[in-house]
């Protein structure tokens, strides 16, 4: 089974800093997907970014890109010129890249929460 | 533009008391999905469907039960409600190798 491990339970940066959020996981599949979530106090869950395992090339997302190691299973996320709105906790996932639906369920780490100071 | 819709928000149980937690999506999704988010952690697969007719067990699904008789409607039902089952459950939709949509959550605490 696959598991995603985010060993940081809490960070904070300083607004308009950049901070890298840590994520690494465990798979025995070549083809997947992972994702960061951002769930702020509203409880909403809100894609931040995703990668597609077989790309190469690091996810961007205007402030927010990561840094894909498939070898090492690690996925970090990094936030440029952080803002007061980042504030949230932050869940890293998994998703196999399989045929049958339910092998499209997500796998979350524990999240990390952010803080940002002003 | 409703997206995933769950209903109610906040709720209170008794235990052994029974509830249908309600999601509905206009979105013409094949993919359903419950979770549920226990504090500090994060959320855990129940049940999921991949159409209308067609559900499935995910990695927690002691003590609750779907259907799904139409595209948009995906109810998961408590029947006898436990302590253990106090939590913030999150309904989610998507297209087959998209994204998942996920509604703002209920919270649902057992006394």
């Known amino acids: 089974a696959q598991t995603v491990t985010q060993s940081q339970p809490e960070m904070s940066v300083q607004e308009a800093e950049t901070v890298t959020l840590s994520c690494t996981y465990d798979?025995?599949?070549?083809?997947?997907?992972l994702f960061w979530y951002k769930q702020p106090p509203s409880r909403q869950m809100i894609l931040v970014i995703r990668?597609?395992?077989?790309?190469?090339q690091n996810a961007t997302e205007n402030r927010f890109s990561v840094n894909f190691q498939k070898a090492a299973k690690s996925f970090s996320l990094k936030i440029s010129d952080s803002q007061l709105g980042d504030a949230a906790m932050y869940f890293c996932?998994?998703?196999?890249?399989?045929?049958?639906?339910?092998?499209?369920?997500?796998?979350f780490g524990k999240g990390m929460k952010l803080t940002v100071n002003p | 533009n409703a997206g995933v819709t769950q209903t109610p928000k906040f709720r209170i149980l008794k235990i052994g008391q029974s509830m249908t937690l309600q999601c509905t999506q206009d979105?013409?999704?094949?993919?359903m999905y419950w979770y549920r988010q226990d504090p500090g952690m994060g959320l855990k697969l129940i049940y999921y469907s991949v159409g209308a007719g067609i559900t499935d067990k995910g990695e927690v699904p002691n003590g609750y039960n779907v259907s799904r008789s139409t595209t948009e409607d995906f109810p998961l039902r408590l029947e006898l409600a436990a302590p253990s089952q106090t939590s913030v459950y999150f309904c989610a939709s998507s297209y087959p190798k998209q994204p998942q949509h996920f509604g703002d959550g209920t919270r649902l605490s057992i006394l």
């Open positions: 979105m013409n999704h094949n993919y």
């Open positions: 996932a998994y998703r196999s890249a399989g045929e049958k639906g339910g092998s499209e369920k997500l796998v």
């Open positions: 798979t025995s599949e070549s083809d997947y997907y």
């Open positions: 990668q597609e395992a077989y790309k190469q």
